[in-house]
């Protein structure tokens, strides 16, 4: 499958219900097929000049004193997300020419997206517009979209280009627009989207085999540690994860990066900080990884692992570039009105297909389930029955506005019957994900690579049930939101309990130590297998939820024995004893000098941590996808 044909199946996969989008994506995956039987060698991208952003206005050889190029955004079809959905653009109203300097690699590839913004009626009397590339004046790119007179070119074009003919050599890069009949006017805005100039190279895969593990890592969303058997619940939801804790690894505190799914994903993916790699999510311009940071997958694939990606969670994908990196990367869909999520069997089955099909090659896979994620929606059989007189969205799960309201000071707390209702349902959920756990286990037996695979089992962030006031998740630094379930076991790992704090950001190390790759420079965590150092967990939100309703930023810095909780915006800190106090109910701050001493600790540490790098590419239609979550307003 071409990156075009990547990008395409995930849209579909967003954009579309669940019973068609499923129909779409195996209709996608059958029709490219030789995608899924890989080729012997794996390609490898990396971006050599990034020429999203705007462009020095000594760049521009022509462009229209009227309207001249900018960036901005652009929308070719507001009714059709498939594949006119909105993206930050360079526009460039015709006739404009965008000329860029740059030397030129071997093997490079220029890739681009191009459409036009119209008026919704169609109109014979405007022309299309011409968008070219040209490379010291040779043209080696050309498309007319005329979406006045097509319906079909209401939408965005990928496309890819090969500059091997000008490899090793400094190079003029011209990207243009002219109305393609110059005597009519435009048919709408053209605008160029995420064009890069991309390096390949290529890797042998690596075969898989007892000497060479793979290693399959299973992210639960929303999952809090304390919930599952191996970590004290009882009765236990967790009957496989519990025996496969028992062979393997259980790290009894593991600390999550953030409280919410997008920057402590992108913490586990880069080994860095949510104030380091910019994915922070609190604007629209956060909410797309830099193609220059490092990741697991990528790293990975640089090193001849075979790589695939699972996804139920629509924000851990392409659109995000969370996705970066992996060869195979499939983003199963979710009904938005419904709120009907792929299912912890629909993630396995994929990732099952996928292996059956690919046999005898190292991988990395990474599966990310969304039970027990709101809406709380286990299946019939492990459904409790509701208490009496509670309100209806309570007792189907769907608390998502409710709990906005909740947190907002819009709606009184829950009464306890409610609140343990829904414990309840996601007590249900996370049994349910159990279930799927042990069938995927009994799969990779059958596909005879459950004994050369190291399994690493996390989860991005907890749940809150009123502990401290709120429901959900995001807004808050507390244990119930932070601590998560991380166990590590397979060939090689001694059976055992960790008592030393671990981190999200420490399994890029880890996995890149499994996978005998020597870790990229630069990372915030350790190797978790190897020789630890004792260190404070550092844990950040900018959706934390200030006096007057607006959102703002919260630090905490977390030892075995102390938790710190700051917010900078309000001047304010809070102090929790763990030892006495492990549910966080006593702020000790300014009554122990413990306090004092790590505010001095989390203060040097905002001052050495590295900034995010600049970007020029994001998702428009991020804080839309958060509010579909519960996350924002």
């Known amino acids: 499958m071409t990156p075009r044909a990547r990008r395409a199946a995930g849209w579909i996969l967003s954009a579309v219900g669940l019973s068609l989008a499923l129909a779409l994506a195996v209709d996608l995956l059958v029709r490219h097929s030789t995608r899924l039987s890989l080729p012997p060698r794996i390609t490898i991208e990396d971006v050599v000049a990034d020429l999203s952003g705007t462009p020095d206005r000594g760049a521009m050889v022509a462009e229209s004193p009227d309207a001249p190029v900018r960036a901005g955004e652009l929308e070719p079809n507001p009714y059709y997300k498939l594949y006119g959905g909105r993206r930050p653009a360079l526009l460039a109203p015709p006739p404009s020419r965008i000329r860029y300097r740059l030397h030129l690699p071997r093997d490079a590839v220029l890739e681009l997206s191009t459409g036009v913004q119209a008026a919704a009626r169609r109109d014979a009397s405007l022309a299309g517009i011409r968008f070219s590339a040209s490379v010291d004046g040779e043209e080696v790119f050309a498309r007319t979209i005329d979406p006045s007179a097509r319906r079909h070119d209401r939408r965005w074009f990928d496309d890819r280009v090969d500059l091997g003919l000008f490899a090793e050599r400094e190079v003029e890069l011209t990207l243009s627009t002219d109305v393609a009949v110059p005597a009519r006017r435009p048919s709408g805005i053209p605008g160029w989207s995420h064009v890069r100039v991309l390096h390949q190279t290529h890797r042998d895969r690596q075969p898989g085999g007892p000497d060479a593990p793979n290693v399959l890592l299973l992210l639960v969303d929303t999952l809090r540690a304390d919930q599952l058997g191996c970590y004290g619940a009882a009765p236990s939801p967790s009957p496989s994860l519990d025996r496969l ?6 790290f009894e505190s593991a600390i999550a990066q953030a409280p919410w799914t997008v920057p402590s994903v992108a913490s586990i993916f880069t080994g860095l900080h949510p104030t380091s790699h910019g994915l922070t999510g609190d604007r629209v311009q956060a909410s797309f990884l830099a193609d220059t940071l490092p990741t697991l997958a990528a790293h990975a694939e640089q090193g001849g692992i075979t790589t695939i990606g699972v996804s139920a969670n629509f924000v851990v994908s392409r659109e995000t570039n969370l996705a970066r990196g992996f060869e195979t990367f499939i983003a199963l869909p979710e009904n938005r009105d419904s709120r009907e999520e792929a299912r912890a069997s629909d993630v396995n089955g994929v990732f099952l297909d996928w292996l059956h099909q690919n046999p005898g090659r190292r991988f990395l896979a990474y599966l990310h389930y969304m039970e027990p994620h709101e809406p ?28 906005l309201a909740i947190n907002h000071g819009r709606h009184a707390p829950l009464e306890p019957a409610a609140v343990g209702h829904l414990r309840a349902l996601y007590q249900a959920e996370v049994q349910a994900w159990d279930t799927a756990l042990g069938l995927l286990l009994e799969g990779l037996a059958a596909a005879g690579v459950r004994e050369s695979t ?6 991005d962030h907890g749940e809150e049930f009123q502990e401290h006031g709120r429901l959900g998740h995001g807004t808050q630094l507390y244990d119930e939101l932070l601590r998560v379930p991380l166990v590590i076991t397979g060939p090689g790992i001694l059976p055992g309990r960790v008592g030393e704090q671990a981190q999200g950001i420490d399994v890029f190390p880890t996995v890149s130590a499994l996978l005998g790759l020597p870790p990229p420079p630069g990372l915030a965590g350790q190797n978790l297998l190897g020789a630890r150092d004792a260190r404070p967990a550092i844990s950040e939100t900018r959706n934390a939820i200030g006096p007057d309703g607006t959102e703002i930023r919260l630090l905490s810095l977390r030892t075995p024995e102390w938790k710190l909780i700051h917010a900078p915006a309000l001047g304010r800190s809070e102090l929790y004893d763990l030892a006495r106090d492990p549910g966080e109910h006593q702020d000790r701050f300014g009554a122990v000098p413990q306090g004092a001493a790590l505010g001095e600790t989390l203060a040097a540490w905002e001052t050495a941590a590295p900034p995010p790098p600049a970007l020029t590419y994001y998702d428009p239609a991020f804080r839309e996808k958060l509010r579909a979550l519960g996350y924002v307003e």
Do not use: F, N, S, W
Not at 245 to 250: E, K
Not at 384 to 400: S, T
């Open 245 to 250: 804790a028992r062979q393997g690894l259980v």
């Open 454 to 459: 190291v399994i690493l089992m996390t989860a």
């Open 376 to 403: 709380y929606d286990p299946p019939a059989a492990l459904r409790p029955v509701p208490p009496e007189g509670i309100a209806p969205a309570v007792a189907r799960g769907h608390v998502k506005d409710l709990t």
